[in-house]
């Protein structure tokens, strides 16, 4: 259907319409837009789209069949081989641009004068090898020496990355190879490749670049392929790049090409003084000089680690052992698709795991189902959405970075389950009668382990036909009971209880369809088990980036100034065309109008059609059906009978919406307390409203507290 924008002059007109045409309920209205602001197209404007160089391919497998390093080199392998071979002095790289050589082929007292000389010089001003730093601290300060080179006229650097070499980073940018292959996260990113978006932030641990190395085919020897590495550095580079570059690459280096990134979710997230550095060094690796300063990697957003910062992501032997057996079972050890469903306490690294497993599962297959069972933490939606993805890229980044359109989706509209469990798990089992079963299913979960949320867990268990049960755990002791197939064959959920069996059939026979293969893992990461105390680091921050990454889709996808909400052409809707409900609580009938103005509602489609008579239609209880985005109820007029919606949503898919449901979840305080280019009150912010109304007044977070079922 169409959206049509009315003007001023045919608002008279457009209401005549609206009348003789009730079925076009979605309208677009003009309402005070400054004239100086660009225009943005309705949709989404999705992060693919203004980064992908190249026509995507149809499957991501490996090109060719690699041999793994032999090991990871340790610190500071290629200082080593220079310390050894500099008292030869068969070369000297005089530090200028370009550098330069100096060969010594005699062994004449001249030449060895001349090389001594040539030596002095390259001490510049440093202490004499009597009072060097120890080997180990020289090592150290080798190993983190990063080969680049900035190309100034396309901004754009060359890495050249050894064997086993590690770039541990904060910032962002745009990763494609060039030459060899490379890993980030479990991912394997190969020459030939699409250009990749990488996002390190302090909210997570930072992300690592490891270098794979490069087998040539046996045909080509290790000459050709030192000439096309070679070759491919200067492709890239508008003027001849430096001898010092050119000399650190090898046919088994891998060539990186890193580019600065540049978003409307970046730049939407940057616009808010709090967010500024959202992207750069959280609080502890500033205070311990974890930052390395390269200018190169500086100009295309990437800020070196160094020292215990420089981790990135520590996986236990358990953990590998379990990536290594999931990915086994892809590979065809079991009769169907592999569902994994993966457990465990707050703060035990179940998110991270899912990310590294869908990085490994997606470098050998075309795409992995994945079902959001968290409502406070999840992965590709805005909280308080249950959701089932088709995985089809690598997620590089925090969960904020990657948000994408679900296959479905259904607004619980809380960030926790425990008001009503029935609905949570009925909410669950429509999402799962759309999974396809041609592709692996990654199921995650709460970090809710005692109580109720145990009992779900088994109700998640049996419901789902799970094959594979992964939990994670910390310290000495699990965070729970274990859910080995042992323990399911006589525990109860909350909707679900252990089978029984009769005198005709046995036991284990009735159980077989049950069964699942456990793998426990330990999760080893410095803080296991401790909430973040960080800036970025909380559940409420990391919601609020969710929200805030969800609505930069409003934003024009070209460079320009930041757009606040109330600048947006608002969709008008016919109150009679939509039903409305209130999910979290009670409200009046004559109250909720007030509820939902001003706030973030589902976009939700009923089976059933709405059918108003003049007023409001409101919904008596709360439906479980389809979600397909959420949206801001900017405002009600009343005389006209109309709501008008801010959404990202395009107008194709909000043709299908007859619902609009109101949760707890709230806009980001950000949105409403800093919109720029307002003369005078603030749209939405004011002091002028009644204490009496349910639920008005200040929203308190709370902390750390104990919940009912424990």
Known sequence: MKVHKVSSRSQHKQRNATKRHNKNKWHKKVRSLDSTLPNTSPGTAKLEQQIAKSEKPTIKRLQKLYTKPVTFIPKNSCAEEEKVTAPSVTSAHVHTNGGTELDDSSTSVDSKEWSEYANSVLQNGKESSNTELPDTDKQEEDDLQFHAHLDHTNNRAVLVMKPGQVLCFRGKCLLTCLYGHVEVLGFTIEEGQQSYPLFSSPSHCPLTIKALGNNPPSSKNKKEGLLEAKAIIRKYFSSEPSKKLMSEVDSDSCLVLLEPLDTPLTRFLTSFSELAEIFGLNSKELRSQAPIYNPVLSAVGVTALRGPCAQGLVTSPSFREAISSLLSAW?????????????????????????????????????????????????????????????????????????????????????????????????????????SGESPVIINTMGWVKGHGFLILVDLIRLFSITHVVQLSYGNAPQCQLLTPEFLRTAHGWQTHPPQSTLTEEPASHLNTQSHVFLSVQSEFESAGTAGEMQHQRSNELRDLALLSYFSQLQSSEPGPIRPLHCFIPYQVPHSSVAIGVMHCEVAPNNILYAVNASIVGLCCLSEKVVGRGGPVVLSQTPVCQCVGLGVLRGIDMARGLYFLVTPVSPSVLRHVNCLLLGEITLPKKMLTKQLGVEGDLPYVTTDYSFEAKGAGKIHIYKGLTRPGL
């Open 331 to 435: 590979a065809g050890e079991f009769d169907r698709c592999p569902v994994i469903l993966v457990c465990g306490g707050k703060s035990s690294g179940k998110s991270t795991f899912n990310r590294h497993l869908m990085n490994s599962l997606l470098n050998h297959t075309v795409s992995v189902e994945y079902l959001e069972c968290d409502l406070g933490q999840t992965e590709f939606t805005p909280p308080g959405c249950l959701s089932l993805c088709t995985v089809t890229e690598p997620v590089l980044g925090p969960p904020f970075t990657h948000l994408r359109d679900p296959k479905h989706m259904v607004y619980y509209g809380l960030a926790d389950c425990q008001a009503d469990i029935d609905r949570y798990l009925e909410s669950l089992k429509s999402l799962w009668r759309h999974v």
